[in-house]
């Protein structure tokens, strides 16, 4: 699993084999379908899920016949909300300074005044993910 957020998680899997052809998998929040893949993909986001919540998947991979195998299930943790402000342009943040943004939580590491273009994942060299 990749590193939750407060609204999404990302699943991750092995590939399955069989002997007709795995042609994709279903992902399933407890006994509700949350999407079918196709093709070859080993991995999924979740999205618009609470925060703080456990919750928990089942991955069934599907073969050409229809054939569908047995359930491998990945539990995880969305993060807290966080209680940080908003990062927003044309503010003066100053070291130390805490926002959030895209639901992660950032820290300032340089004073600066940000631009449209300086969004906390972008710039490592301002931010640093908490």
Request: proline share 3%.
């Amino acid at each position: 699993m990749g590193t939750p957020t407060a609204s999404s998680i990302q699943l991750m899997w092995t590939a399955s084999t069989d002997n007709v052809g795995v042609t994709g998998y279903k992902i399933y929040n407890g006994s509700t379908l949350v999407t079918t893949t196709s093709g070859t993909a080993t991995s999924y986001t979740v999205t618009n899920l609470e925060a703080n919540t456990t919750y928990n998947f089942s991955v069934y991979a599907v073969d050409a016949a229809g054939n569908q195998s047995a359930a491998s299930t990945v539990s995880g943790k969305t993060a807290a909300a966080s209680t940080a402000p908003a990062w927003a342009t044309n503010t003066q943040y100053t070291v130390g300074t805490i926002v959030s943004y895209n639901g992660l939580t950032y820290k300032c590491l340089l004073t600066h005044k940000s631009q449209v273009d300086w969004i906390p994942s972008a710039t490592p060299t301002l931010w640093q993910l908490q």
